[in-house]
């Protein structure tokens, strides 16, 4: 059974930096490509980022690039959100995704609980 457990969210101001980490297991970790969404009260749940199985071609909606950086560990089935120059408008609950395949153009096989991310004005 696939598990996504996620860390670091927390409360920080606008303009301060969180990482966010998901570590997976019950699956070969390099195989799959992993993925970040995001759900702010009221709202659908939106895509954040991915990156494939190789850590290569990281992929971002457009208003986090140049703020948040996806990279990955396959040594330690992990990967991490790391975010700049955060907004009040990406306060969310922030859920790690494992895809079905390497590429992130395919189907979800896991979801993890999510971490809270809360940004003050």
């Known amino acids: 059974q696939v598990q996504l457990a996620e860390s670091g969210g927390g409360l920080v101001q606008t303009g301060g930096s969180l990482r966010l980490s998901c570590v997976a297991s019950?699956?070969?970790?390099?195989?799959?490509?992993m993925g970040w969404f995001r759900q702010a009260p009221g709202k659908e749940r939106e895509f954040v980022a991915a990156?494939?199985?190789?850590?290569?071609?990281?992929h971002y909606i457009d208003s986090v690039k140049g703020r948040f950086t996806i990279s990955r560990d396959n040594s330690k089935n992990t990967v991490s959100l790391q975010m700049s120059s955060l907004e009040p408008e990406d306060t969310a609950v922030y859920y790690c995704v494992a895809y079905s395949r390497s590429d992130y153009y395919s189907d979800f096989q896991s979801w993890g609980q999510g971490t809270q991310v809360t940004v003050s004005s």
């Open positions: 019950g699956l070969t970790f390099s195989n799959y490509a």
């Open positions: 990156i494939t199985a190789g850590g290569l071609m990281p």
